[in-house]
């Protein structure tokens, strides 16, 4: 055997090692990469279920707030068209003469020009506190100035209660 046949055959020793070597990283590299692709698939999925999960439980949260919210709705409405009832009613009452609104006087202001005891006489009659009845125009004037303070109460509990559930 000549040096160049030991050379070649030294070379194509060292390639068949070389080659067994590199199939042998080979398949302990698939195993490694394969574990690895494995638990990286595990942990994907570990978070894409916390994160349906976490999805689930605000849609839950958000329809809650809307079927609360929309029950407050149903319950101011009521109260609005219920207050508006009741002021139709006073107006239409007022407007009819069924009802007179009326003030008290006070009967211990000398400037009224009208001197009435606060105590019964010695005849025994009994004077009832002073009134004295509204216009009707200005009686119609007061219900509508109470009727828009009655809505703006209504309105500013149904904001109240808007803000509290989207608080939670």
Known sequence: M???QKLVLV????????GAAWQMQDWRYDGKLARQAEQFQTHLDT????????????QDKRLAIEQQLATSDQQ?????????????????RLATADLRL?????????AGGC????????????????RAQLDPAH???IIAITNEADDAV??????QAYVRAIAQ
């Open 76 to 92: 101011h409405t009521k109260e609005l068209s219920d207050a508006q009832r009741n002021q139709d009613s006073l107006r239409d």
């Open 47 to 58: 978070i894409g279920n916390a994160a349906i999960a976490k999805a689930r439980a605000e």
């Open 102 to 110: 009326s003030v008290l006087l006070d009967v211990t202001d000398s």
């Open 115 to 130: 001197d009435v005891p606060a105590t019964p006489g010695g005849a025994g009659v009994v004077h009832a506190a002073r």
């Open 2 to 4: 000549t040096t160049a």
């Open 11 to 18: 070379l194509l020793a060292m390639a068949v090692s070389f």
């Open 139 to 141: 009686a119609q004037r």
């Open 154 to 159: 209504i309105a500013l509990r149904a904001c």
